[in-house]
């Protein structure tokens, strides 16, 4: 659960620190006062894009960070060591963006990517928009919220990759079938090359070795003399190398009887007889081994013409042509296999078939969970005074097989416009829209694995006796998890467990927001507020005090 946020010159706010408390907090002030400033960071926080926007005016950078306790989430723990994150008791999200709209992210101190912080997002906090009833009318939406209230997303990610799967084999047979010429006159061409290749028979090494010894043939004659010469300087000649020094070394260790010092310069001469002998020793050898072979020189060049001539021809360098020939092979088999219609036909017939069993089961499941969700949403319904109100979820079937599987979703309501079911869009009025879909919201959220609730604004379009029950519903709720909600009804404050109070100040053509936890009697003055406007008279103030009172029971 959420524990602290702090925000550091986020839009309107300079600087907060805020502690949260488990149960039901309601966070409310006046229209304009920076509310949803709260939700907005908490979003940032969880990989919303971040612009320049959130930066506060005249401030360099914005910085939103937060603590969660992880207590009762080991899906987060196991997350954080699979991605190489420190692990703890507790979790720190952080992100940082600058005014030019440039953002970075950190999980427990670390570097992180925005895809991370959404990643583990998935299990802190789920936020309901004051939009969401909008939303509710898309078939795409309606599917999900049915498929997350059943626990269906393994199985649909599952029909997905079957789906795909089947697609690209079809694909794959539709064009075989009708690039049969085409892919027939490519694959003798890559017969031929292939052949042609394979006649060459050149390794991988080889082009190394065919250069190397190339190039001593051809300047076999050269290697002969100066080898030749070398000899003749270092030790054939009367002013030989090997002599002069013999004769100097010779006379050094006679001096050295007299001063020890050349002893040094002695022993390093000696060392370089013996080096010297071994070169001259080496030489011999080289020159007695190397010799001139025009034939196999003429050899060396008719195989080099025959390699290069192929390299020219497929435009690689000389060395790319076993690598080259590998390619061709491979893509020869890829199209021997795609010319076997047969084999591609029974791939697709195997691909249709596991995606139409899973599909299969996703819908069983569907069905299952279509009854008991259009049940339980109609209970929450008969609380929120849409007791003439019926829930339902059909389940359309597709003329196509699709990558959600075989059905669509609708969600329909009978009772409140006579008593056939018919689409909510075609059916409900703003007000019982957002009564719906706010009892969909309290029902997905109960089965949602998070351990933070956010509701911002969702009883939008509601009152009287149905906000109490609003609020009620809500603090059911913060007796499971944490919830936070962003409301103007004063019926759902009072049912909180707790309650903050957003206000606006300009100074000095500065605005800021500010947020001020709430005692008892705070409670009663803003609640006294909401529900009388400016004046707050003393039937005001008892008012509230009421509604707290009841609240309590």
């Not at 925000?7 to 907060?16: A, E, G, N």
């Not at 196991?78 to 999200?93: G, I, R, T, V």
């Amino acid at each position: 659960m959420l524990r602290r946020l702090t925000l550091r010159d986020f839009v309107i706010v300079d600087r907060l620190e805020l502690e949260f408390s488990g149960g039901f907090g309601a966070l409310t002030g006046e229209t304009g006062a920076g509310k949803s400033i709260l939700i907005d960071a908490l979003a940032l926080l969880l990989g919303e894009r971040a612009d320049a926007g959130v930066v506060r005016s005249a401030c360099e950078k914005a910085e939103v960070a937060a603590i969660f306790a992880l207590s009762g989430l080991p899906q987060v723990a196991q997350w954080l060591a699979a991605n190489d994150f420190e692990n703890d008791e507790e979790l720190l999200l952080r992100r940082v963006v600058d005014a030019g709209g440039r953002s970075r992210a950190y999980i427990n101190g670390s570097p992180a990517t925005v895809q991370q912080l959404r990643e583990v997002g998935e299990w802190l906090v789920d936020i309901h928009g004051q939009h969401a009833h909008q939303s509710l009318l898309r078939a795409d939406a309606q599917r999900t919220l049915l498929d997350g209230h059943g626990g269906l997303s393994a199985l649909v990610r599952e029909v997905g990759i079957a789906f795909r799967a089947w697609q690209e084999s079809d694909k794959a047979l539709l064009g075989a079938t009708e690039g049969a010429a085409a892919l027939s006159r490519e694959r003798e061409q890559l017969a031929w090359q292939i052949g042609e290749l394979e006649l060459l028979d050149l390794s991988v090494d080889e082009w190394a070795t065919l250069d190397l010894e190339h190039r001593r043939l051809a300047h076999a004659a050269s290697l002969i003399e100066g080898a030749q010469c070398s000899l003749a300087v270092l030790a054939d000649n009367e002013m030989a190398c090997a002599g002069q020094i013999d004769q100097v070394a010779t006379r050094l260790a006679t001096l050295a009887e007299y001063d020890p010092t050349l002893a040094d310069v002695a022993d390093l001469l000696a060392s370089a007889q013996a080096e010297l002998s071994e070169a001259v020793s080496s030489l011999r050898r080289y020159v007695a081994r190397v010799d001139l072979d025009p034939a196999r020189l003429a050899e060396l060049e008719r195989r080099i013409d025959a390699v290069m001539a192929n390299a020219r021809k497929y435009r690689v360098q000389p060395p790319e042509l076993p690598v080259l020939l590998a390619g061709w092979r491979q893509r020869l088999d890829i199209l021997a296999e795609s010319a076997d219609l047969e084999a591609l036909e029974l791939r697709v017939a195997a691909a249709r078939a596991d995606y139409l069993q899973k599909a299969g089961e996703l819908s069983t499941a569907r069905q299952q969970a279509a009854t008991a969700m259009g049940a339980a949403v109609s209970a929450i319904m008969q609380q929120l005074a849409l007791s003439a109100g019926r829930f339902e979820v059909a389940l359309l079937p597709l003329e196509k097989a699709a990558v959600f599987g075989l059905e669509q979703v609708e969600f329909r309501i009978g009772g409140l416009a006579g008593s056939e079911a018919r689409p909510l869009a075609k059916v409900a009025s703003g007000g019982e829209l957002s009564r719906i879909s706010l009892a969909i919201q309290v029902l997905t959220s109960r089965s949602a694995r998070v351990s933070t609730l956010i509701f911002d604004e969702v009883d939008v379009g509601i009152g009287g006796g149905v906000a109490e029950i609003v609020g009620r519903l809500l603090r059911e709720l913060g007796g499971e998890r944490q919830v936070l909600c962003v409301t103007h009804l004063p019926q759902v404050a009072a049912q909180a467990n707790w309650q903050w109070q957003v206000s606006k100040t300009t100074h000095d053509g500065v605005t800021l927001s500010a947020i001020q936890p709430l005692d008892a009697a705070g409670r009663v003055q803003e609640i006294a507020r909401m529900l009388g406007g400016v004046e707050i008279t003393d039937i005001t103030l008892q008012h509230a005090g009421e509604l707290l009172k009841a609240s309590a029971i």
